[in-house]
């Protein structure tokens, strides 16, 4: 069974920067996609990135190019997001999850998520 497991989440300033860790046990697949989405008070769950394992291809929602990098370690058992320049919109439970197949199909495997607020 997949786990996932966000950490890395707090309390930061407008302007600032956190990086999210997403920690995966029990990953046994040849071609999988981890994506970071992300649900803000009130309003619906959203993509902001992922990456696909078989190239190494990116994608970015256009509210955060530029501003955060999806990353992996030599492993590939933990996923990064690294936020840069945070502004108070991004303020939301962030999440990791995963999918067998691609980006661009449904995610499979979800985390618990980690809170991010951006406040002064």
């Known amino acids: 069974q997949l786990q996932l497991v966000e950490s890395g989440g707090g309390l930061v300033q407008p302007g600032g920067s956190l990086r999210l860790s997403c920690a995966i046990s029990?990953?046994?697949?040849?071609?999988?996609?981890i994506g970071w989405f992300r649900q803000a008070p009130g309003k619906e769950r959203e993509g902001v990135s992922c990456?696909?394992?078989?190239?190494?291809?990116?994608y970015y929602a256009e509210s955060v190019k530029g501003r955060f990098t999806i990353s992996r370690d030599n492993a590939k058992t933990t996923f990064y997001l690294q936020m840069n320049s945070l502004k108070p919109e991004d303020t939301a439970v962030y999440y990791c999850?995963?999918?067998?197949?691609?980006?661009?199909?449904?995610?499979?495997?979800w985390g618990k998520g980690t809170l991010v607020t951006v406040s002064s």
């Open positions: 999850a995963a999918s067998r197949s691609s980006c661009f199909t449904g995610m499979n495997w």
């Open positions: 029990g990953l046994t697949l040849d071609y999988y996609a």
């Open positions: 990456i696909s394992s078989s190239d190494g291809s990116t």
